[in-house]
């Protein structure tokens, strides 16, 4: 098991830049890691996604480009990198954790409780 903690989030410019952090409790060696983003009254996404070593990753089409995953699992954190952001990038960001591979489909086991990015135009 393994408890996830984000940060990073706040607030931002439209243009401009922030780096999401994902910090484990554990080891996150044995799991694909993943960042999602709820807007008010809209679903939850998954927007990117990166293997367990790093070497795949993969993103939403409207975040390629600009956002970045990557991971270190001798640091058990996973970052987002987000450029060029958009006021249609306002949303909870979460990271979240499952076993398996990324390149098969699988439901996403353990959360983070999510920090808040605001975009102003």
């Known amino acids: 098991q393994v408890q996830l903690v984000e940060s990073g989030g706040g607030l931002v410019q439209a243009g401009g830049s922030l780096r999401l952090s994902c910090a484990a409790s554990?080891?996150?060696?044995?799991?694909?890691m993943g960042w999602f983003r709820q807007a008010p009254g809209k679903e939850r996404e998954l927007i990117a996604a990166?293997?367990?070593?790093?070497?795949?990753?993969t993103y939403a089409d409207y975040v390629k480009g600009r956002f970045t995953i990557s991971r270190d699992n001798a640091k058990n954190t996973v970052w987002l990198q987000m450029n060029s952001l958009k006021s249609e990038d306002t949303a909870v960001y979460s990271c979240?954790?499952?076993?398996?591979?990324?390149?098969?489909?699988?439901?996403?086991?353990?959360w983070g409780q999510g920090t808040q990015v605001t975009v102003s135009s």
């Open positions: 979240a954790a499952r076993r398996g591979n990324i390149r098969a489909p699988g439901s996403y086991d353990y």
């Open positions: 990166i293997s367990l070593s790093g070497g795949t990753t």
């Open positions: 554990g080891r996150i060696t044995m799991y694909v």
